[in-house]
């Protein structure tokens, strides 16, 4: 993934649309603006850029309708619905048209920056998959996990100790390369019925995890936190 990725902002809020546009300019993106369907086509016409991030609720042509004339390009722009809370429907439907992922407003902006770079490594996860990826071997800081044999081993290829839901947790997050995974989606994704989404167990098993896999478990940065949210596996 080039930091020189281009991404275009399409909201009809202005002062949102520049904010925007200079905290990604600040983390290296080039950036393109519109305010509504129309001025996007026009951007499109002259240039290909690798997300939109777009509006749900525009004047005019809403932001569902616009995504729908995106779709069918297969290497056309990656899609992240901005949508105002509550509006629960809409993300819903968008996600089912194709967009690649959602944010809430009012925007986090390092969890934009954080999307957008998820966003474009699985778009381009074919040229960037791990070498070994392949033979069932991935990385986590500094161990690899086997997911054929279910064991976890370090630099010298030594196993390290791994209860089955711990696992069962990392071999979740192996799938969900990239994304951020909320408590509900770790625990339904873990299968442990047990687990209620409100304490503390989620965190604790975690914790676990990365005294194992990461190089400094004060400061994650395999399995990195997501304030408010949840959790996300990110290698590089």
Known sequence: MSESNLI???????????????????????????QDGESLRAQLADCSPDVILLDINMPGEDGLSVLRSLQGDEGGPRVIMLTAAGETVDRIV???????????????????????????????RKEAEDPQAGQGRLPFGKTWLDLEAA????????????????????????????????????????????????????????????????????????????????YIYDPQ
């Open 94 to 124: 968008g996600l089912e048209m194709g967009a690649d992922d959602y944010l809430p407003k009012p925007v986090d902006l390092r969890e934009l920056v954080a999307r957008i770079r998820a966003v474009l490594r699985r778009s381009g």
């Open 8 to 34: 275009c902002v399409c909201d009809d809020d202005q002062p949102l649309r520049e904010m925007v546009v200079e905290y990604l300019g600040k983390n290296g993106f080039e950036t393109i603006e519109a």
């Open 151 to 230: 064991k976890l081993f370090d630099e010298d290829g030594d196993p390290i100790p791994l209860t089955a839901m711990e696992f069962n947790l990392l071999k979740l997050f192996a799938k969900n390369r990239g994304r951020v995974l909320n408590r509900d989606q770790i625990l339904e994704g873990a299968h442990d019925r047990e687990w209620d989404p409100f304490d503390r167990s989620i965190d604790i098993r975690i914790s676990r995890i990365r005294k194992k896999i990461e190089i400094n478990p004060a400061k994650p940065a395999v399995i990195r936190t997501v304030r408010g949210i949840g």
